[in-house]
């Protein structure tokens, strides 16, 4: 019976969920999270800070060659949702008009691979993002670039910052770049740093500029709709962990777990990940923070560390819970894992709009001065841990979240702005005994306080306790055997 009621609830939820536009269609298809004038309202924002003597240039993902069809990137996205790969899209501040330039149809393609929308769709596309203009990619020579008053800008904006793709944010694939860089036999120039340089070397008159920092900051605000999706894809995070959190049995692997997230993800209509799942279990494995393996067998005594979100239609959420193998917290397990849940309690109750994050770490801090005077810890160093993560923060405000799961904006030390999202994220080391515990969340400022988009997901004790022994759908769909 639990089976078949599990079974019945994602099926609801997959008929909630269903895209828009049906599969299979003969017009090419586009994104409906976002009308035209979203898009238009950010564009406005980018002609205001370039000025009228300038235009900002971003190319969308190149196409791949492999079977895997390419993600369009972060940016390109951001600007007009549209998903096509080797297009381009130019903001002209002289007359503020925009103009997409598009692959032209390729016919042969789509009679295998279906439809992508293309300069041919010229018509279809400006409805869609609300773009001035829809050009085809061949129209990029020569003097292309000389305006209204038929001469070129004074300064070129494009992003220098490398792109994100699935799976990737800004901090990642800068030091992918400068791996690559100091490599003696690569040493390959990144794709941005690439076209920047064609621009300088075809548009000699005119300064090259740097495009990302305006985008970061546009980015760091989340509009109505962009928290939908970010609430959205935290859910379905939050419905892959508890399902991972029923399947744990002494004898699995780390791997089953993270399939029966997956699972969740993929019926949730979740098809990418935001980043790759953290399904750490045991001491050693949990003590590399970022440990990505997911290889080892569940072992009875163990915690299980699981840090694991969707890409949610480009969007995307980070959550991590732990919880026993065995569906038992032992005392030390109880100790710890209560603190840091106690801490993550005091730090959610205080983000407000008008404060900074600094202000609401010292207030949490005289806030568990009281829980300090009440906790009972077994062993010095457990306090000595306990009273490290409070008095530094640990880690508890670490990173923005958005297209990106380490988002490319900027919050600590300024006052909160309703419309940043970011994660709540105390950690806790005993470096003596190679302990690591952490509980995490993704929130939103609001104009009176927070939204925790996973106030529901299981938290205390007790009740994430119950939820592993109540058994999941490993244990419903076992491992077939020839």
């Known amino acids: ?44 924002k980018i002609f205001d800070r370039i000025g009228e003597d300038a235009v900002a240039l971003v190319q969308g993902v190149a196409m791949t060659n492999g079977f895997i069809y390419p993600r369009q990137t972060n940016e390109f996205y951001y600007l007009c949702g549209v998903e096509t790969p080797g297009s381009y899209i130019l903001l002209d501040g002289r007359d503020r008009r925009v103009t997409l330039y598009l692959p032209p149809r390729n016919r042969r393609l789509e009679s295998s691979e279906g439809r992508v929308l293309s300069a041919d769709d010229a018509e279809l596309v400006r409805q869609l993002t609300g773009a001035d203009e829809v050009r085809s990619t061949e129209a990029m020579r020569g003097d292309w670039l000389a305006g209204p008053r038929g001469r070129g800008p004074r300064t070129i ?27 003696y036999w690569d ?54 962990i508890l399902e991972a959190m029923k399947t744990t049995r002494p004898g699995l692997y780390e791997y089953q777990l993270d399939a029966a997230a997956r699972y969740v993800f993929l019926v949730n209509g979740a098809r990418l990940e935001g980043y790759r799942s953290i399904t750490a279990s045991g001491t050693d494995n949990i003590w590399n923070a970022h440990y990505y393996r997911n290889a080892s067998e569940l072992k009875d005594g163990d915690l299980v560390l699981m840090d694991y979100a969707p890409d949610y239609h480009y969007y995307v959420s980070d959550i991590t819970r732990m919880w026993p193998v ?17 801490y993550h309690k005091a730090i959610l109750g205080r983000i ?90 993704v929130v939103v400022v609001t104009e009176t306080g927070v939204e925790n988009f996973t106030d529901f997901l299981v938290t205390e004790l007790d009740e994430i306790e119950a939820t592993v022994r109540q058994g999941g759908i490993v244990q419903d769909y076992p491992l077939k055997e020839r």
Request: charged share 25%; net charge neutral; glycine share 6%.
């Open 1 to 44: 019976m639990r089976s078949v009621s599990r079974l019945s609830l994602l099926v609801l939820v997959m008929v909630l969920w269903l895209p828009t536009r049906a599969a299979g269609q003969a017009e090419p298809w586009y994104q409906s999270d976002f009308p035209p004038e979203e898009f238009q309202a950010r564009w406005a």
């Open 157 to 183: 904006y494009t992003p220098f910052s490398p792109a994100e793709g699935s799976a990737q944010s800004r901090y990642e694939l800068n030091a992918a770049n400068a791996a690559i860089a100091a490599d």
């Open 187 to 240: 040493g390959r120039v990144p794709r941005e740093a690439h076209f920047a340089s064609l621009l300088r070397a075809r548009y000699p008159r005119a300064e090259v500029a740097d495009l990302s920092p305006i985008l970061d900051e546009l980015r760091n605000i989340k509009s109505p709709r962009e928290i939908a999706l970010i609430r959205r894809a935290s859910e379905i995070a939050a419905f892959g």
């Open 326 to 342: 065995n569906g038992t917290f032992a005392p030390w397990q109880r100790e710890l894992l209560g603190f840091v849940l106690e």
């Open 352 to 441: 407000r709009p008008g404060v900074s994050t600094s202000q609401i770490m010292e207030e949490a801090k005289a806030a568990m001065e009281p829980v300090f005077a009440r906790w009972t810890f077994s062993k010095p160093i457990y306090e000595e841990a306990a009273r490290d993560l409070v008095n530094r923060g640990g880690g508890v405000f670490s990173h923005t979240v958005g297209m990106a799961v380490h988002d490319v904006a900027r919050y600590a030390d300024a006052p909160l702005r309703p419309g940043q999202v970011f994660a709540v994220d105390p950690q806790l080391r005993v470096p003596e005994e190679r302990l690591y515990i952490r509980y995490e969340d």
